[in-house]
């Protein structure tokens, strides 16, 4: 009989477990203390535990049927007799869609992701995976992992390294067609750097991750990848050749031929050239017929509104980067200093990769119908003589993995009055009706529950915050487990306005003491290492919360991550966004918090201006926007006070006799039924699938020879 140790070692071969709760349960039974300590990896619980005791332990708990259980259901996941991709994405099947991304939130314990960009990644894999679409992920392995946010004695935020094992993550060699490693070597100046093609499972979906340690590369050139956007602008560049240029060349090492090369934000951009450099050197082809080929297999997104989230390189530095890959293309330098300039014959003027995106793919997409009409706004200027309504760039409203994030009371929930095969069909209205057939009082327990379990979490985090920040613990314990529970977790950066809320601390007080209709608020959020700003604005945030009215009322949650995420979208009432629009690209918390049972209280921006329909949530304002910042912010905290002290509270704290907030649920009920088809990364990648992926890979096939 295979050892119980070795079958736990396959069943975490495969990041299928990330969204099967019920198999990461089999970890944490076998010793919950590690279980936490290690991060819920379950690798490294397997590496830590002692033999003799987790074979014990898992007679105990019924560990080894529940193992049997999940690897047969893994089993049957990864040979399944037929898909929907089968069907509607069948083309792809020998030549998969490469979709690159400088960074994959998978897990909490894999550290290649900071915020909402690598979750998005890491959904869309997820997506794929379940509908069987054949794609293929290409990143970069962050080998020194995360800093995890720690608030000092003065509420400022230090990032300190989590020390973090390799060895931990379910990382094999990447094999040539020939069987051996592959590695890629790409030029920069003065050198070439290498790396090792790795790749890790997400089910039926290959992620390859470029490890830069590679033993011919000097010290710092080891170092390139170690950091996810660290360093200057130099190391940026680099790893962006790394990631588009290695990327290209690790897929046609493990002998992959993609037929759609799917950009994610400018950083992956070089991977065009690379894959037009390649047929310009082995087929021979003209440069410019092979970077119109490339181009017409190339599908890009943008994910942000925001200006300064698009890299702009110094004119010398892209320049210096760019020549071996002009070489290889047989093309002056200034031609591809050119595709990256918003205004061609402005030398000089700095290298944008996402302005070479857009000019070298033959479909470009934002990520909410509003980020669309903005990012043409935003890039009218590469199309000269365009009415700005005909500028190509169109939208796909991003979607959240639902298994994912649901808790599992929801998941049981949904199994019993949606029906067993909700998951499968979870892109159909049509099934969502029947949630309205639900007893009001069934949602409400759920959520209670959820709740609670919420409240224990942020209590044991903030006392242990407290304590090593030096500071008494807070008593009686923060959080009202019979109050409204609202939730704020984000990036914090100025325009998405964690403080909007502070703008009036004494109505704010009164808000949230109400005598008899009391609001916790809970707020989380990190600040990029090098941002100042950021930073102020969590001393200040905290600062504030030092305030005795706000004490036992409003908590902050050190280090936001996947796991801090999952326990609010799964515990609040409601979830709070209220950045200035129209800088809020998408967001994708807030879908988290409605699969939930939760309301959204949101600013008419991103998702939410196409998602709110007056009824299955709440809006701040009525979407407009003023060109002073200032009025801006004092316009939107008045109509943040004003929905929060008329309609949301009103409405959370009106019970019928047994209890029960009949109204608020009528709103979840809604709330659920009309977003939770359209906001899930199942109906995300079917649009990528039919508006980008198939037309993209019809066209490219008719201009190419046969391969
Ligand atoms: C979903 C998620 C994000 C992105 O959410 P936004 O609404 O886009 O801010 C960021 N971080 C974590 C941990 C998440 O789970």
């Not at 590690?34 to 590496?47: E, M």
């Not at 060699?173 to 750097?193: K, N, Q, Y």
């Not at 011919?216 to 790893?239: C, F, K, P, V």
């Amino acid at each position: 009989m295979e050892p119980l140790r070795q079958k736990l070692e396959r069943l975490t071969q495969n990041l299928w477990w990330t969204w099967r709760p019920e198999v990461r349960s089999i970890f944490r039974d076998l010793d919950l203390e590690l279980y936490q300590r290690a991060h819920r990896n379950p690798i490294s619980v397997l590496r830590q535990i002692d033999t003799r005791q987790m074979e014990n332990r898992a007679m105990e708990v019924d560990v080894p049927a529940r193992i049997d259980r999940a690897l047969r259901q893994l089993d049957e996941y990864l040979h399944p007799v037929t898909t929907w991709g089968l069907f509607h994405a069948g083309p792809l099947s020998t030549r998969p869609v490469a979709y690159f991304c400088a960074e994959f939130g998978i897990h909490e314990s894999i550290p290649i992701y900071s915020g909402g960009l690598g979750i998005l990644a890491g959904d869309h894999l997820k997506g794929a995976s379940n509908l069987g679409v054949p794609l293929v992920g290409v990143g970069l392995l962050y080998h020194q992992g995360y800093t995890s946010q720690v608030l000092d004695g003065t509420f400022w935020q230090q990032d300190v390294l989590e020390p973090f094992d390799l060895k931990d993550l379910p990382l094999r060699p990447s094999l040539t067609p020939r069987g051996e490693p592959a590695r890629v070597g790409v030029e920069m100046p003065g050198r070439t750097v290498w790396a090792q093609v790795l790749e890790a499972c997400v089910g039926r979906v290959r992620l390859l991750l470029l490890d830069t340690r590679d033993p011919a590369n000097s010290e710092t050139d080891q170092a390139l990848a170690a950091r996810l956007y660290g360093g200057d602008q130099r190391m940026r560049i680099e790893q962006e050749l790394m990631l588009g240029v290695g990327g290209a060349r690790a897929l046609r090492a493990v002998g992959i031929t993609p037929s759609v090369f799917h950009l994610n934000e400018g950083h992956t951009a070089f991977a065009v050239l690379e894959r037009a450099r390649h047929r310009v050197q082995a087929d021979g082809l003209d440069p410019w017929a092979a970077l119109k080929e490339a181009a017409a297999a190339t599908v890009f997104t943008t994910h942000t509104s925001v200006d300064a989230g698009h890299d702009r390189f110094p004119a010398d530095l892209a320049e210096e980067h760019l020549r071996p890959l002009a070489e290889g293309l047989r093309l002056p330098v200034q031609d591809l200093m050119a595709l990256g300039r918003v205004n061609p014959a402005d030398h000089g003027s700095p290298f944008m990769p996402t302005v070479l995106a857009l000019r070298q793919s033959s479909r470009a997409n934002g990520v909410s119908a509003l980020h669309g009409v903005v990012s043409r706004a935003m890039w009218t200027s590469l199309w000269p003589g365009r009415p700005e309504a005909q500028v190509p760039i169109g939208h796909i409203t991003n979607g959240v993995h639902v298994s994912t994030w649901l808790a599992t009371e929801m998941d049981q929930l949904f199994e019993a009055r949606i029906g067993t095969n909700w998951l499968d069909g979870m892109v159909h209205p049509d099934l969502w009706t029947r949630i309205e057939g639900v007893d009001s009082a069934e949602i409400w327990e759920i959520k209670q529950v959820l709740k609670a379990r919420l409240v224990r979490f942020i209590r044991g985090r903030v006392a242990a915050t407290r304590a090593h920040q030096g500071l008494p613990p807070v008593d009686p314990p923060p959080l009202d487990p019979d109050a409204l529970t609202i939730g704020f977790a984000r990036r914090f950066v100025p325009y998405k306005r964690p403080d909007l809320l502070f703008t009036d601390p004494d109505r704010l007080a009164a808000l949230v003491n109400h005598p008899t209709r009391p609001v916790n608020l809970i707020f989380a959020g990190r600040a990029h290492p090098a941002d100042q700003t950021g930073k102020a604005l969590i001393q200040k945030v905290n600062r504030l919360l030092e305030d005795p009215r706000f004490r036992n009322r409003i908590v902050f949650v050190e280090n936001y991550n996947i796991h801090v995420g999952r326990n609010l979208y799964q515990g609040v009432d409601a979830w709070l966004n209220n950045p200035v629009r129209p800088l809020e690209a998408c967001g994708t918390s807030g879908m988290k918090a409605v699969l939930n049972g939760a309301l959204h209280i949101s600013v008419l921006d991103g998702w939410w201006a196409e998602a709110f329909d007056g009824q299955n949530g709440f809006a701040i304002g009525s979407g407009e926007s003023h060109a002073d910042p200032e009025i801006q912010d004092r316009r939107d905290a008045e109509a943040l006070f004003r929905v929060l002290e008329e309609e949301v509270v009103p409405c959370y704290y009106d019970r019928d006799p047994a209890g029960v907030p009949r109204a608020w649920v009528k709103r979840v009920k809604r709330s659920i039924r009309t977003l939770a088809w359209r906001f899930n990364s199942d109906r995300m990648v079917m649009d990528y699938v039919r508006h980008c992926y198939l037309p993209a890979a019809v066209a490219a096939s008719c201009q190419m020879p046969p391969a």
